[in-house]
């Protein structure tokens, strides 16, 4: 274990705090406790800054996690707002960027901590959102006669499924 890993072992404990004791089998736990490596941007009081594993989405993706163990942006919204201060700090300093985070294994979950991603953007840069500004659910008749959108078809449709394996992947692995 590296001297930092050392360091943020002694000072955080378990990493759950006294509530939410830490989850031994949870990648971003590990990272706190310092059981497990990550390349540490920030380390506030309650939270922290990695970079994703494989470098994120983006050059410059960051995650920001609590120290304690929450398992998505609902189950503790005093967490889940600080969590999101921090990551509107980092935001602030990237410039134009996407902030998600996702809650539950239908909106592209796939590990059970709360974390929210910091994704740099630039025009052109091919990151497809599965937003629309239609009105409508997928594959409905806009109000305003439009076509009916499909979140998932179309040349966008690829786009999008690449950036949510890729964020899985980088949320995935510590």
Known sequence: MDQRAEDRSAAHGTGGGPDRPAHGDCPFCRIVRGAAPAHILRDWPGALAI????????????????????????????VSAMTMLHAAEVAGEVGDCNVITSRGAAATQTVPHLHVHVVPRRHGDGIA????????????????????????????????????????AAASTP
Do not use: F, N, Y
């Open 51 to 78: 970079s994703p594993r494989g470098g994120g989405v983006t050059p410059g993706h960051v995650l920001v996690l609590p120290k304690t163990h929450v398992p998505d942006v609902a189950a503790d919204p005093a």
């Open 129 to 168: 959102l599965p937003w629309t500004t239609s009105p409508t659910g997928p594959g409905e008749a806009a109000l305003d006669g439009s076509p009916p959108r499909r979140a998932l078809s179309g040349a966008g449709g690829g786009q999008l499924r690449k950036l949510i394996s890729r964020l899985a």
